[in-house]
């Protein structure tokens, strides 16, 4: 009974192809989220939704576009994709947008070779 | 840039004694911490948090300490257990800002039976 869950777990993908990673939340929260985890293990924001509003937008390139299709659901596509998107991309979820207790998906770990 | 530093990649202890963790800040607006904890594959779990009106906060076996003066805060945990190996994540947050969490690069806690 999985409160976020995220697919793939893992994604080996060639230059410049087009991917998407899913997230799903089954706790009822109104806020989700994408972080990304680099090389040097830093966890960064990319993005926040707000009952599917676009909330937080960090500097990311515009080749990764999250799309939320409802409260429960926010997944990322990434278009072109380079060497250096290689990282594990972390779903998050929290009650609201003002709840900083987020609960965290396992995790998707995206190999661009 | 980071504003959330986590100086000690690794800490060893041995079951039963105490160990703590370190983390600091320098953004003065942050005023809101968390720690969070991480086993491999696994997504960050919420532990602890404090908010910047008080010096302590305990949970069971685990107690975080803030330092505004100092820019620092550290979390105990006594007694230390093999469970409580994992990576753990300082983060920190200003409420009312931009409300999203910058995070530490982690310090990996072995517990030693």
């Known amino acids: 009974d999985t409160a976020v869950s995220q697919t793939p777990k893992y994604l080996v993908t060639q230059m410049g192809n087009d991917k998407s990673i899913k997230c799903e939340q089954n706790?009822?929260?109104?806020?989700m989220y994408w972080y990304k985890q680099d090389s040097k293990k830093f966890l960064k924001i990319m993005f926040s939704?707000?009952?599917?509003?676009?909330?937080i937008n960090e500097t990311v390139p515009n080749r990764f576009s999250p799309k939320s299709p409802d409260k429960a659901h926010l997944n990322l596509h990434i278009n072109s994709l380079e060497l250096g998107d290689s990282a594990v991309y972390f779903c998050?979820?929290?009650?609201?947008?003002?709840?900083?207790?987020?609960?965290f998906g396992p995790g998707t770990r995206l190999t661009v070779t | 840039d980071q504003q959330v530093k986590q100086n000690s990649p690794s800490l060893s202890v041995q079951e039963g004694r105490i160990s703590i963790l370190n983390c600091d800040y320098t953004?003065?607006?942050?005023?809101?911490f968390l720690w969070y904890k991480k086993y491999p594959a696994e997504g960050p779990t919420f532990l602890i948090s404090?908010?910047?009106?008080?010096d302590k906060n305990e949970d069971g076996r685990f107690t975080v300490f803030l330092n505004k003066s100092a820019k620092h805060l550290s979390l105990h945990i006594v007694p230390s257990q093999p469970g409580d190996s994992a990576v753990y994540f300082c983060?920190?947050?200003?409420?009312?800002?931009?409300?999203?969490?910058?995070f530490g690069k982690g310090t990996k806690l072995t517990v030693n039976p």
């Open positions: 953004n003065s607006m942050f005023d809101y």
């Open positions: 404090i908010s910047s009106i008080k």
């Open positions: 706790l009822g929260h109104d806020t």
């Open positions: 998050a979820s929290s009650q609201e947008i003002t709840t900083y207790e987020q609960y």
């Open positions: 939704y707000n009952n599917k509003e676009l909330i």
């Open positions: 983060a920190a947050s200003e409420q009312g800002g931009s409300e999203k969490l910058v």
